[in-house]
Structure formats: C-alpha cells, structure tokens
Nanobody
Framework: QVQLVESGGGLVQTGGSLRLSCAASGRSFSSYGMGWFRQAPGKEREFVATITRNGDNTYYSDSVKGRFTISRDNAKNTVLLQMSSLKPEDTAVYYC???????????????????WGQGTQVTTR
C-alpha cells in the first residue's frame, strides 16, 4: 500500500515555473512506476508524464514535452514535476499516481495506475 501526497501547486504567471512534489509513504517505493496526471475544469483527466521505477525511462504528453521534467529520488520516496514556460492551458488539478511494476515499461493511461494522491491546484494566468 502506498499513500501519495502532492505539494507545490499555486498561482503563477504565464511563462513562469513551478515545481510539484509527491511524497510517497509505504514500503518498496522503488518498485513503483510513477506518473503525473491533470484535470482541468469540465475536462477529462489527462496524462502528463511518467517515470519508471528506477528512473531510467520517462515519457511525456506532447502538450508538455520540452517544458516539464519528471524525476524521482527513491532514497527520499519523492517524485518531482518541474514545470517551465507555463501556459494558461496548463491550469488544472495535478495528481500524482503510482503502479506496482516488475518491468520498466511506461504507462500512460490512468486505469493502469493503482494509487493516487489528492491533487494540487496549479493556476497559470
């Protein structure tokens, strides 16, 4: 069982940067692939970025590629999402999610993730 808590959201100007953090509790964090999703008002939840359990493989949605960077520190049970060049369309609630995996394959669909945080609001104006 893994519990996830996001932090770092807030209000930022267009073109600015923000770093989201996801703290995981529980054992064997390094056995979990991790990802970030977001949901804007009136829209479906969408994939943002994912990182494999050992951090050697990442994947991004086209909408954030080149602007966002996902990383993890297994010693600190933490996943980060560094967001740069933020746009108003990045405004959403951002969710951290995780899945147990015996492989290093990436996952981009929300139904593939077992554990979810409560979300943190990011607003870009």
């Amino acid at each position: 069982q893994v519990q996830l808590v996001e932090s770092g959201g807030g209000l930022v100007q267009t073109g600015g940067s923000l770093r989201l953090s996801c703290a995981a509790s529980g054992r064997s964090f390094s056995s979990y692939g991790m990802g970030w999703f977001r949901q804007a008002p009136g829209k479906e939840r969408e994939f943002v970025a994912t990182i494999t359990r050992n951090g050697d493989n990442t994947y991004y949605s086209d909408s954030v590629k080149g602007r966002f960077t996902i990383s993890r520190d297994n010693a600190k049970n933490t996943v980060l999402l560094q967001m740069s060049s933020l746009k108003p369309e990045d405004t959403a609630v951002y969710y951290c999610a995780g899945y147990m995996s015996a492989t290093t394959s990436v996952r981009t669909r929300d139904y593939q993730y077992t554990y979810w945080g409560q979300g943190t609001q990011v607003t870009t104006r």
